[in-house]
């Protein structure tokens, strides 16, 4: 089963994804197309979770937060930058307040960064130790800008 980070905590991951096995009483994580529709045709899906894709537009979510329990943000590449965006879209413009994971090409490094965004749990790659990352999140004690502070508690700097 795969392992994941979830509120400084090292635990087994309950959500399956497009793709991989049965998820028996775990979270099944619908891309968002499948989600919308399932939504439209009053089929509620019974898993309450939704991958996000860099292309996909957030604000089409506002109207369903309130039953989901999980959002994934996908980063598919290294270089992919837009999760970060819609992690701040959906802590800050949206009021999401369940649990908001990433996942894909992530390295220790940015574990900060992402919990700054408003990441709660993170899936990272399969080559980073989840034991070690966890300090990466007391990377920084002190912010210029503000952000989502639920698992950094970094103070913020004021300028003279």
Avoid: W
């Amino acid at each position: 089963m795969r392992r994941i980070i979830r509120r400084r905590e090292v635990v087994e991951d309950d959500a399956r994804y497009p793709g991989e096995s049965d998820p028996g009483d775990g979270r099944l994580v619908l891309g968002l197309a499948q989600f919308l529709a399932a939504t439209r045709a009053g089929a509620a899906p019974r898993p309450t979770a939704v991958l996000l894709e860099p292309t996909d537009e957030v604000a089409q979510l506002a109207p369903s937060l309130a039953a989901l329990t999980l959002i994934v943000v996908n980063f598919p590449t290294a270089g992919e930058g837009r999760g970060f965006s819609q992690a701040r879209m959906l802590r800050g413009r949206l009021r999401y307040g369940a649990e908001l994971r990433a996942r894909g090409v992530l390295k220790r490094d940015q574990l900060f960064f992402l919990a700054r965004c408003g990441f709660d749990s993170f899936d990272l790659d399969p080559s980073e130790d989840l034991e070690a990352a966890l300090p990466a999140l007391d990377s920084f004690s002190v912010a210029y800008q503000d952000g989502s502070e639920q698992l950094v508690q970094p103070r913020r700097r004021e300028l003279p």
